[in-house]
């Protein structure tokens, strides 16, 4: 059994046309091709991808360099403590 790649204009308009309720997941698998079940990953990824379109992109850029700052200085904290480790067990790097 081999997976069908599907491109995501694809998979938008079935999850778009899931969201209507117009059609049962059956009706709309069938018409296109593709399990209920799938339908239905679908609809939940569009439904929970929906707030990102509407997220403050300053915040995200916030948050990635806050991030990056915090493993930074985590990897500080664990050089500084592996040389210390190095030092009292007398190995030399």
Known sequence: MTRTPYSAEFKKKVALEALREDKTLGQIASAHGVHP???????????????????????????????????????????????????????SA
């Open 37 to 91: 079940v799938q339908v239905s990953k679908w609809k939940k990824m569009l439904l929970d991808g929906a707030a990102s379109i509407f997220a403050d992109p300053r915040k995200a850029r916030r948050a990635a360099a806050w991030d990056q700052e915090t493993h930074e200085r985590k990897i500080g904290q664990m050089a500084i403590e592996l040389d210390y480790l190095k030092k009292k067990l007398g190995h």
